[in-house]
């Protein structure tokens, strides 16, 4: 089985001036490793139009596309409509999304105004993905799946888009932790990986009470084939 590719397009000022730390790219990595699809890219863009375009066009080649930022209610939300022109397609107040947040809004007392209604502006082809925290949908246009920047609302929309995609074979990983710094290990390393090439590895260093040390990691799909490499690593790092 070969797995399915995914990117990821973060979307968001905030997150580009370092006003905000992006967590989703993060929880989305870890997700899609354990559903068994391969992120292989992911492209940070600010809040512009042209921007977010360029960006969703040049990953729609992936498998699977993600998004996230700018589905909100204010002026500065634009991801909408940049996806709806990277794929194609018209942009409009559905009636779905319009009767899911009116519906929403009422049962509060709230007004449904002009900017909340601005949620509603989904292209006509694509499906709407559920927001089980705050009602607003994320939709599906094709492979591109978009999905709001609050980290707890991106999470729940990642669960429920994930539901609706077939499941590959996990990435697993071992390590070892090596207290030897990488250019002592480094061709040792270099020549097991050789060994063990249908396998992934790499060397993550670290310093502790003055120390350097190196956190070496294996990556399969076969959980007997990494205990046997974790245990041939021990033996030639020890």
Same mark, same amino acid.
Request: glycine residues 8%.
């Given at each position: 089985m070969t797995n399915q590719t995914a990117a990821m397009v973060v979307i968001g000022d905030e997150i580009l001036s370092g006003r905000t730390r992006d967590s989703n790219?993060?929880?989305?990595?870890?997700? +899609?490793?354990? %559903?068994?699809?391969?992120?292989?890219?992911v492209?940070?863009?600010?809040?512009?139009?042209? $921007?977010?375009?360029?960006a969703v066009r040049a990953v729609r080649g992936y498998d699977q596309v993600f998004t996230s930022g700018g589905i909100g209610p204010t002026h500065d939300d634009i991801t909408a409509d940049a996806v709806a022109d990277a794929c194609g397609v018209a942009i409009t107040h559905r009636a779905d999304?319009?009767?899911? +947040?009116?519906? %929403?809004?009422?049962?509060r007392g709230l007004e449904f105004n002009a900017a909340r209604?601005?949620? $509603?502006?989904?292209p006509d082809t694509a499906t709407l993905i559920d927001n089980p925290i705050s009602i607003a949908p994320g939709f599906t246009?094709?492979?591109?799946?978009?999905?709001?920047?609050?980290p707890k609302i991106f999470e729940a929309m990642v669960e429920g888009v994930l539901s609706t995609l077939s499941k590959g074979v996990p990435l697993l990983s071992r390590s070892l932790r090596v207290e030897k710094g990488e250019?002592?290990?480094?061709s040792a390393f270099a020549a097991f990986n050789a060994d063990?090439?249908?396998?992934?590895?790499?060397?993550?260093?670290?310093?502790?009470d003055g120390k350097y040390g190196?956190?070496?990691?294996?990556r399969g799909h076969d959980a007997a084939r990494l205990d046997a490499a974790l245990e041939a690593l021990a033996q030639v790092m020890a």
């Open positions: 790219m993060h929880y989305l990595a870890g997700r +899609l490793t354990e %559903h068994g699809l391969s992120l292989c890219e492209r940070v863009v600010a809040d512009d139009h042209a $921007a977010i375009v360029a999304a319009m009767a899911l +947040l009116g519906a %929403h809004y009422a049962a209604q601005r949620m $509603a502006r989904i246009l094709g492979n591109v799946h978009v999905m709001a920047g609050v250019g002592e290990i480094a063990w090439a249908d396998l992934q590895m790499g060397s993550y260093p670290f310093t502790q190196t956190n070496l990691v294996i």
